[in-house]
C-alpha cells in the first residue's frame, strides 16, 4: 500500500494517511494523505461530487474506508473521540424532532453526564453560555422546528462547543445561512483559532477562503494540493480542482 | 348496557374486570412511552413486523407443548417461543434490508411470510383437534375472558423493568433518534441502542399477546405517540403523555370489552386509542386543527383589509 507511515505527531491534530473511501466498488476519495496542524484553521474546497464530506466522515470513522489510517493529536482516532466535535450538515436530521434549543446543546455535554450523570446547574449554564456565544440565548426554549436555517446551524455549532473539544470538524456550516449568521459562525470558529484549537470546515464561498482561512486542502477526489492559503490558494491549483473553469475571483 | 360499561369503568364488574382493566392499563403505559422512541426512531412498521412474526412460534409452542402432554395455552412457553420467533423474523429483515430492497418492501415481505406461516400452522392445529380454536385466537385480536392472576402480574413485573431499562437508556436513545452520527461520535453505541430499542418492542408485544392480541399492537405503539406529539415539544415529556394516553386507552378498551363480551379487546382498546388521539388533533394548542383555525383566523383580522 502506498502513502508514508504515519507516525505519531501530538502537534498534529489531525493526521490522514492513504485513505480511500468506495461507495460499492466506486473510489469516492483516493489514497487522501493530509496533514492538520494544531492551532490551524482550514479550509477544504472543491467542486461538487469531489469528495469532501465523505473524506472528513470516514476520518471519523463514520463511514467505512477501504485503507488508510487517521490519527488525532498522535492518537488513533477512535481514542482521541473525546477531544473531537463534529458539526455535521443541518439536513442530515429531523428537525421536526420533539426538542428545544436547549435540549440539543446538551446533547453535547453526554461525555460528561453519561447514563446516570445530573444535570447540574452549572452544565446547564455552559450549555447556555455557548448559546449565548452565538446569539442564540434567547431561543434556547423554542422547539427547533421553528428555527430559520441559520438559526439551526447555529444551535448544532453550539452543542459542539459545549463539547469542549480541541478540534472541530464542521460540514459546509455556511451553506444556505444568512450573513449574519455567518459573521456569528466566523467570529466563533476565530475565537476557538486563538484559543489554540484546531478548526477544518468544508467550504463553497471561494471568494472567503482567504479571509476565513489560513490553511486550505484542495481536494477532487484525490489531494489536489495542501498548504498555508497564501501559497497554496492559487488560481492554476484551484483551476486544477475544479477542472480548469474560469475562475477571475482568486490571486494568480 | 350502559349500567354494564359504567361498572366496569368503576372495576365493579368483578375480579376478572379489574384485573383484564388494571393489565391492559400497565401494557398501555409501557407500549405508549416505548412506543414513542419506536416512532422517532422511524421503526413504527419494523415493531408491526415484528408483532407479525410472533405467530409461527406461538402456534409452534403451542404444538410442542402439548405434545409434551402439558397445556399448550401456558404463557410462558407462548412467549418464548414468540420472542424467538419474532428474533427470527428480525434477523430475515436484516438480512432482506441489506439487498437493495427498499426498507419498506422489506419489512412487508418479512410480515406478510411470517403471518402466512403462522395462519398455516393455526389451521394445522385445529385440525388435529388439540385445541379449541379459543384457546389461540385470543393472540390475534385480544380477549379478556382468558386473563388469570399469574397473567395480570406478568404484566405488571414486564412493564415495571421494560419502563426501568427505558429510564436508564432514556439520553443515549434519544441522542440516536435524533442524530445516530453525532451519537456515535459521541460514544454511544448506537447499534446496541437500536438493538436495545427493539427488545423493549419485543417485550411490549410479548405482553400485549392476550390483552391486545399481535395483529394490533402496533397501534398501542404509535398511536399515544402521535397524540402525544401534538400536546408537548419536548421528548421526555412526550414519552410520559403517550405513556399516559396508552395506559387511558387501555383501561377503557378493557371496560369496554367487558361490558360487550362479543367485543375483541385489541380493536376495542385500539379505537379508543384512536378517539383520543383525534380529540388531540382538534383540541391540543398550536398544532391542534382547532388552535391553527383560530391563529389562522387571528392573522387575517390583523393584516389590513385589501382589495378582496
Excluded at chain 1, 219 to 225: D, E, G, K, T
Excluded at chain 1, 233 to 244: D, M, P, S, T
Excluded at chain 2, 170 to 177: D, E, F
Aim: charged share 15%; proline share 5%.
Amino acid at each position: 500500500m502506498a502513502g508514508p507511515t504515519p507516525i505519531p505527531m501530538p502537534e498534529t491534530a489531525l493526521a490522514i494517511s492513504g485513505l480511500t473511501v468506495a461507495y460499492g466498488s466506486v473510489p469516492v476519495v483516493a489514497t487522501v494523505s493530509a496533514r492538520f496542524p494544531k492551532g490551524s484553521m482550514t479550509a477544504v474546497i472543491g467542486p461538487n461530487g469531489a469528495g469532501k464530506s465523505t473524506l472528513l466522515k470516514a476520518a471519523l470513522g463514520l463511514i467505512p474506508a477501504v485503507t488508510g489510517e487517521v490519527r488525532a493529536f498522535g492518537d488513533p482516532v477512535a481514542r482521541a473521540m473525546p477531544r473531537i466535535a463534529y458539526v455535521p450538515q443541518r439536513a442530515a436530521v429531523d428537525w421536526e424532532f420533539p426538542a428545544r434549543v436547549i435540549d440539543v446543546v446538551q446533547m453535547g455535554l453526554y461525555r460528561r453526564l453519561g447514563l446516570f450523570g445530573r444535570l447540574t446547574p452549572g452544565l446547564r449554564a455552559q450549555a447556555m453560555a455557548q448559546l449565548d456565544r452565538l446569539g442564540m440565548a434567547d431561543f434556547a426554549t423554542r422547539q427547533i422546528g421553528a428555527l430559520s436555517g441559520g438559526q439551526q446551524q447555529r444551535v448544532f455549532l453550539a452543542r459542539a462547543l459545549a463539547q469542549e473539544a480541541d478540534l472541530v470538524i464542521l460540514d459546509e456550516p455556511f451553506a444556505g445561512v444568512d450573513a449574519a449568521t455567518e459573521a456569528a459562525i466566523i467570529a466563533v470558529l476565530h475565537g476557538l483559532r486563538a484559543e489554540g484549537r484546531t478548526v477544518i470546515a468544508v467550504h463553497h464561498d471561494l471568494s472567503t477562503v482567504p479571509a476565513y482561512f489560513d490553511r486550505v486542502l484542495l481536494l477532487n477526489r484525490r489531494v489536489i494540493a495542501e498548504g498555508a492559503t497564501a501559497a497554496t490558494f492559487r488560481r492554476a491549483v484551484v483551476a486544477e480542482a475544479y477542472g480548469h473553469q474560469l475562475l477571475t475571483a482568486i490571486p494568480a | 348496557m350502559l349500567d354494564t360499561v359504567l361498572n366496569a369503568l368503576i372495576l365493579n364488574a368483578g375480579y376478572n374486570a379489574a384485573l383484564v382493566g388494571i393489565g391492559a392499563a400497565l401494557l398501555g403505559l409501557a407500549a405508549g412511552c416505548i412506543g414513542a422512541f419506536v416512532t422517532l426512531r422511524r421503526r413504527a412498521l419494523t415493531s408491526d413486523a415484528m408483532a407479525h412474526a410472533t405467530l409461527p412460534g406461538i402456534a409452534l409452542a403451542f404444538l410442542v407443548m402439548a405434545a409434551a402432554g402439558g397445556d399448550g395455552r401456558n404463557l410462558a412457553g407462548l412467549m418464548l417461543g414468540a420472542g424467538l420467533s419474532a428474533a427470527l423474523g428480525l434477523i430475515w429483515l436484516d438480512r432482506l434490508s441489506r439487498t437493495r430492497l427498499p426498507e419498506d418492501a422489506a419489512i412487508g415481505a418479512t410480515l406478510s411470510t411470517f403471518y402466512g406461516a403462522g395462519i398455516l400452522l393455526l389451521t394445522v392445529i385445529q385440525n388435529l383437534a388439540l385445541g379449541r380454536p379459543a384457546g389461540l385466537d385470543s393472540v390475534l385480536l385480544g380477549s379478556t375472558a382468558g386473563m388469570l392472576r399469574g397473567d395480570a402480574i406478568i404484566l405488571a413485573l414486564g412493564a415495571a423493568v421494560t419502563l426501568c431499562l427505558l429510564f436508564i437508556l432514556r439520553r443515549p436513545l434519544i441522542m440516536t433518534a435524533f442524530d445516530p452520527g453525532h451519537a456515535r461520535l459521541m460514544g454511544v453505541n448506537t447499534a446496541l441502542m437500536d438493538r436495545a430499542l427493539l427488545l423493549l418492542t419485543l417485550a411490549c408485544v410479548l405482553l400485549g399477546l392476550h390483552v391486545v392480541g399481535l395483529i394490533l399492537i402496533v397501534a398501542l405503539l404509535i398511536l399515544p405517540a402521535l397524540a402525544a406529539r401534538l400536546w408537548s415539544d419536548r421528548m421526555e415529556t412526550v414519552a410520559l403523555l403517550a405513556g399516559a394516553i396508552g395506559a387511558l386507552a387501555g383501561y377503557l378498551g378493557a371496560a369496554l370489552s367487558v361490558a360487550l363480551p362479543d367485543l375483541p379487546t385489541g380493536p376495542a382498546i385500539v379505537m379508543i386509542t384512536f378517539t383520543l388521539f383525534a380529540a388531540s388533533a382538534l383540541v391540543a394548542p398550536g398544532k391542534g386543527l382547532l388552535a391553527q383555525a383560530a391563529a389562522r383566523a387571528r392573522l387575517r383580522r390583523a393584516l389590513p383589509t385589501g382589495p378582496n
